[in-house]
């Protein structure tokens, strides 16, 4: 369907949760090459909190539901990362509030709305190496994906995603902890848009069930 419901966006989180917990020591080697080796444990410690916070949680208000996981992943996933995540799901939130069902229309705008908040609070701008060189492209490959159902849509943007977190490869880090590093950070693929990568995946294939 084109639609995705409060079910589907718990679904969501708990595939991510799942996802990020299995490749939670390839984040942490991520980040041991450009930065401190906490990236793994912060997000799964971060995603298991918000799994748990969600298991009884009402499902009739996507928004109540994103506020949830933003407020839980800005008190435990700690670093950079945590208010950055938390700042995505809290803007989503923002635009959802109240609503049963979000259509294509409404998840464009909360994924922008989350990528501004971002770029609000982090000051990074594209090819600075950060996770905004995942969500960005998929943002723009979502909305470009006409012609195409909601849950091939998320496919696409997902795949964008993994392309931009490959992309962060042999870019040189201009925020965060990875810029200490200067010319040293390339060669590294970036450890936030690769967890960025993994939570879009997961929509992608909640959206596919
Ligand atoms: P910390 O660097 O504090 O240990 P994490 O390891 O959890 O935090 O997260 C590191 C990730 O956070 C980086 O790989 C990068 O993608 C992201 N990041 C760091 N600073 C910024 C920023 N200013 N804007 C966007 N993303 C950032
Ligand atoms: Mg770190
Ligand atoms: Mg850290």
Do not use: C
């Not at 933003?70 to 109240?98: C, I, N, Q, R």
């Not at 795949?159 to 010319?183: C, D, F, H, M, N």
């Amino acid at each position: 369907s084109g639609i995705l419901n409060g079910d589907t966006v718990v679904q969501w989180i708990e595939r991510a949760a799942e996802v990020i917990g299995e490749n939670e020591k390839t984040l942490t080697e991520l980040d041991a090459a450009i930065g401190d080796s906490d990236h793994g444990a912060n997000m799964a410690r971060g995603f298991s909190a918000v799994r748990g916070k969600l298991a009884e949680h009402s499902r009739d208000d996507v928004g109540a539901i994103l506020k949830t996981v933003g407020m839980t992943l800005l008190s435990t996933v700690g670093g950079a990362s945590g208010p950055l995540y938390g700042t995505l799901f809290l803007e989503a939130a923002k635009v959802t509030a109240g609503k049963p069902e979000i259509d294509r229309a409404t998840i464009l705008q909360s994924l922008a709305a989350g990528l501004a908040g971002i770029q609000k609070r982090g000051k990074a701008e594209p090819l600075d190496k950060t996770l905004v060189d995942a969500l960005g492209p998929a943002i723009r490959a979502f909305e470009g994906a006409e012609g195409v159902s909601l849950a091939e849509a998320l496919s696409q943007a997902a795949e964008a995603a993994r392309q931009g977190a490959e992309a962060t490869i042999p870019l040189v880090a201009r925020k965060g902890r990875a810029s200490y590093l200067g010319e040293r950070s390339a060669g590294h693929q970036d450890p936030g848009a690769t967890s960025m990568w993994l939570l879009l995946q997961s929509l992608a294939e909640a959206a596919a069930e």
